[in-house]
């Protein structure tokens, strides 16, 4: 999406650690011109699919998540980081791996608000090693639910989670894919 | 707003402790038809207030956030609860008490995302006792930027936060305003 690939380059920032910093117009303060064409991007890319409802997780997925149920006119469910190791039998949970902040964290869903008839398109802002993505796929999965296949907005091609998930057969449809960043900018897949 | 109003009193579950759960279709589960009729709503209750910016905290801030944004095509930001206690000069910071989880956070925007002519609507899914407005408010004016108002889907009324709020001049405009609820049911005000 050659709007995106733009907006990354105009105003991200790339940091040591491997870190791009999109905080000015997608994850902190978020661009409403730019998640509505984000949502019609990812409409047209799951044109058919019957999706039921989109997934994703707290916090910085929840805007690009509802810009796209906007346009598919269908509800949002936002997986909780859970606080507590007290998990009840009323919700879904799943364990998803931090490489940013090297920890583990569970996550929830409650078990009412995922049914075995959901075609469920996950949607984030960042696919990297894709443990998060993996996450909302378990949880879609202790529910009977379909994963329809998962839309983001900032896929980093090098970290290879995106790539496996596809070789397991999953849709990942990412609107800007970064093969590499550093001193020499940032170069994009395609 | 009668729509949400009965949304309420049909999918809202009240649990002891002064517990609403709107889980299913508001801060959980969130409905994309019911987000843009409250973003059309908030739009009307503050036409003509030149509002730049949407403010709200993460997470179950955000989907009304951006349904009101996406109506009146500004900006969201984010406030972020902060994990560390290592507070860099970069960010703005506010205290928030919480006294559902007993607990202080605190709230955290970056400086380059609130500027002094910013002309600010705060929006959140629940206000209550008025902390993390008053949080947000904090933020705003450490920016030097202008409250415009605060726009909120249900009020507890009778915890008195949106009142105080009012008295010392701001606009508080609330979608659902709850009097009392209990084994008699919800009883809204007005």
Chains 1, 2 share one sequence.
Do not use: W
């Not at 443990?131 to 998962?150: D, F, P, T, Y």
């Amino acid at each position: 999406m050659d709007l995106l690939k733009q907006r990354i380059v105009k105003d991200g920032k790339v940091f040591p650690g491997n870190i791009l910093k999109v905080s000015g117009f997608l994850n902190h303060l978020i661009d409403s011109s730019l998640m509505k064409e984000i949502g019609k991007e990812v409409c047209r890319l799951f044109e058919g699919e019957k999706i039921t409802k989109i997934m994703t997780i707290e916090a910085s997925g929840i805007a690009i998540a509802c810009a796209v149920a906007s346009e598919l006119n269908v509800p949002v469910l936002f997986a909780k980081k859970h606080k507590s190791s007290n998990i009840t039998n009323t919700v879904y949970s799943a364990q998803v791996k931090s490489y940013t902040h090297g920890n583990v964290n569970t996550v929830v869903v409650e078990k009412e608000c995922l049914a075995v008839d959901d075609r469920v398109l996950i949607v984030d802002d960042f696919l990297a090693h894709g443990e998060s993505l993996r996450g909302l796929i378990e949880l879609v999965k202790q529910a009977g639910g379909e994963v329809v296949g998962a839309a983001i907005a900032i896929e980093k091609g090098y970290q290879g989670g995106g790539d496996a998930l596809r070789a397991e057969g999953y849709k990942v449809e990412s609107l800007a894919t970064i093969e590499s960043m550093g001193d020499d900018g940032i170069i994009f897949r395609n």
